[in-house]
């Protein structure tokens, strides 16, 4: 697997910081002998970093809720919104869609799968996330 995808097999909590808390524990769960964990895979931090890191109008409403105090309800929607739109509207380049699809192709087709999000940051240990 290249740096977009890990598998389960591949993820230990020294990956914490690039598949979040939810996908280092499934890891080491799959390495327990007994603990029957479903083949699986985590779409890494690279991808976020390739597809969003990038944008200019993505990171410049970043910095605009950044600034917003916390009880500018309006404010914080409305960037939200666009945010939101901006997300929506990005495109998965192809490479990236190619390895999600290939992947989920490998579980087989007949299954059902679960999808998570993990923010990597608020899995960090308080000491790490400070510095």
């Not at 976020?48 to 404010?75: C, H, M, P, V």
């Amino acid at each position: 697997m290249n740096s977009f995808m890990l598998g389960f097999q591949d993820i230990d909590k020294t990956k914490l910081e690039v598949v979040g808390g939810k996908g280092a524990n499934l890891g080491e769960l799959s390495r327990i002998a007994g603990v029957q964990v479903p083949k699986g895979f985590c779409v890494t931090t690279d991808v976020y970093k390739e597809i969003i890191g990038n944008s200019e109008e993505f990171n410049s409403l970043l910095e605009q809720l950044a600034i917003l105090k916390t009880d500018s309800r309006k404010g914080i929607s409305e960037t939200s919104a666009k945010i939101r739109r901006v997300i929506e509207e990005i495109a998965i380049p192809k490479g990236i869609e190619n390895e999600i699809t290939r992947h989920l192709g490998q579980l087989g087709e007949r299954n059902a799968y679960a999808v998570r999000s993990s923010a990597t940051a608020e899995d960090l240990p308080t000491e790490r996330r400070q510095s």
